[in-house]
């Protein structure tokens, strides 16, 4: 028994150390693979396993010197580094680019020092391959961020102009204003158009300390328009905009065609081309008594396209919209998710319904793309949304501003929005009182200064009209100033 024993201990032994000699490779092929892996997040790590300590120590102290700077940064910083980043998309570009190759690099040398040539030849194959899928992936986020960053450069170098004395002076960029006032236009261009007409027009007069924002509606068929004293316009139209009708019934000199008129005829400002988007922001501005410092125009068309590579908007239809050339389609009533063509189709049609249900209507597109623009959307198809905004924007914002408007637009997106449409029956488009225009703007602007409970009581004195829409004030009671959201059936 004792003797027939022996043989099978020592058959037991030996396969016991023929396993562990087959398992020991793997084990030492494991061991490498991560520690590379570890190097990815800790750079040095692998260098200081592999004896090279100078190396080692000096990537492991750098490496933790930036971090502790990028954690420094983000917790004191605010979203003001945003916009300082916008500004400098060309940088942000190379440094990202170069973290790549860096960190690609810094894997593959890892793979190196550790000393792969001592596992078998299969052993090697499969390392290297797994070494080489991890240097690759590390990479990943710093080429997404510098793709980005190119594609905004490109995008932003189309659309905002800008030129080295357009930098705001250092300190304060609003140079001691506490509002900004932008015009908000949507427009219609492109092969197929003659010309360009504004059918959308908007004020956005933005408090710079805290966002609460007030937008101001004009009716696109506002009549005898008046110009800013002095101006070339002013001279040619003395008692406002006034032209014969180009055929009956047909009119060309509503305020929608002010900008395409100005286009129309250089003769007025001195031979200078293109002067539509200054005489809309100068006639605009004094209209309501403001001081227009930008504007911006959407191609409404491409507005559709822009919605779609968002993934569309909900919105309430309150009663079923009729649209086409030929009243050939139906927006249903009730509450869904629209395309781009159902978005700008709810945004202007005027079938059965006119100008003023209209505006209701895109104030409610406006209010919807506020509150429902999802940044992890916007990060999916960014290259798409991007390319789309650079043909459908115009804008005379100077580049360099953009430092210190995207901190101020994150405000407006958590500050109070309130909204004041000059319609009837507050006005008369055929016969406006300009005079009331101007002072309840003023009334509407002081108000967006004050705490939402101080404004309700203008807000609730306003009878609601037909579609939800205020009915306005007598014109010696306050604007009918209301929140962007009311009557959209959010």
């Known amino acids: ?22 398992g020991s490779p793997r084990r030492e092929a494991a061991a490498l693979l991560g520690w590379v892996a570890l190097s990815a997040v800790l750079p040095g790590v692998a260098h200081l396993k592999a004896g090279w300590r100078r190396t080692g120590l000096t990537l492991l102290c750098c490496h933790l010197a930036a971090v502790t700077c990028l954690i420094w940064t983000a917790v004191g910083a605010d979203v003001g580094l945003l916009g300082w980043a916008v500004v400098r998309l060309s940088q942000v570009t190379v440094v990202t680019g170069a973290a790549a190759v860096a960190w690609f690099c810094l894997v593959i040398h890892s793979y190196a020092v550790l000393g792969p040539g001592r596992l078998p030849p299969a052993g090697r194959v499969v390392t290297a ?3 080489g899928a991890l240097a690759v992936a590390v990479t990943v986020p710093f080429t997404l961020a510098a793709r980005y960053a190119a594609v905004s450069e490109r995008m ?7 030129r080295a004395d357009d930098r705001p002076a250092r300190g304060d960029p609003w140079a001691g204003r506490d509002r900004i006032n932008v015009l908000l236009l949507g427009g219609d261009w ?17 408090d710079v300390r805290t966002g609460d ?22 001279a040619r139209f003395p008692f406002g905009f006034d032209l014969p009708e180009s055929r009956p019934g047909w009119r060309e000199d509503l305020l929608y065609s002010v900008w395409q008129y100005a286009d129309d005829h250089p003769e007025l400002f001195g031979g200078r081309q293109g002067m539509g988007a200054e005489v809309m922001k100068e006639t605009v501005g004094h209209i309501l008594g403001l001081r227009i410092d930008w504007y911006a125009l959407v191609n409404l068309r491409g507005f559709a396209e822009l919605i779609d590579r968002l993934g569309g908007l909900v919105l309430t239809v309150d009663h079923d919209i009729v649209y086409g050339r030929h009243d050939e389609g139906v927006l249903p009533a009730g509450t869904r998710r629209l395309s781009g063509a159902e978005t700008l189709w709810y945004a202007r049609s005027r079938t059965y319904s006119d100008d003023y249900q209209r505006m209701r209507r895109q104030r409610c597109v406006f209010g919807a793309l506020l509150a429902q623009a999802d940044p992890a959307a916007v990060l999916r198809r960014f290259t798409e949304i991007a390319e789309t905004a650079s043909q459908i924007v115009r804008t005379d914002i100077p580049r360099p501003m953009l430092e210190h408007l995207v901190p101020l637009a994150w405000k407006v997106k958590r ?14 488009p055929a ?14 602007v002081r108000g967006s ?10 807000r609730s004195g306003a009878a609601p009209g037909p579609q939800g829409e205020a009915a306005g004030p007598h014109p010696t009671g306050t604007p009918p100033v209301a929140p962007l959201a009311e009557g959209c059936g959010r």
């Not at 200064?449 to 203008?458: D, E, T």
């Open 1 to 22: 028994m004792g003797s027939s024993s022996t043989p099978k201990r020592e058959a037991t032994t030996g396969a016991r150390a023929q396993g562990a000699a087959a």
């Open 129 to 131: 391959l797994i070494a």
């Open 156 to 162: 932003l170098g189309e659309v905002f102009t800008g």
């Open 190 to 206: 492109g092969p197929g158009r003659i010309g360009m007409r504004t059918d959308s027009i908007n004020v956005a007069s933005v």
């Open 213 to 234: 924002t007030v937008l101001i509606g004009l009716p696109r068929n506002l009549e005898r328009v008046p110009f800013p004293p002095g101006s070339p316009m002013a």
């Open 415 to 428: 500050a109070r929005v309130t909204m004041v449409q000059f319609i009837p029956p507050l006005i008369s």
């Open 431 to 444: 016969n406006p009182d300009w005079d009331l225009i101007r002072r309840l703007t003023a009334e509407a």
């Open 449 to 458: 200064r004050a705490p939402a409970a101080a404004a309700a009581p203008s």
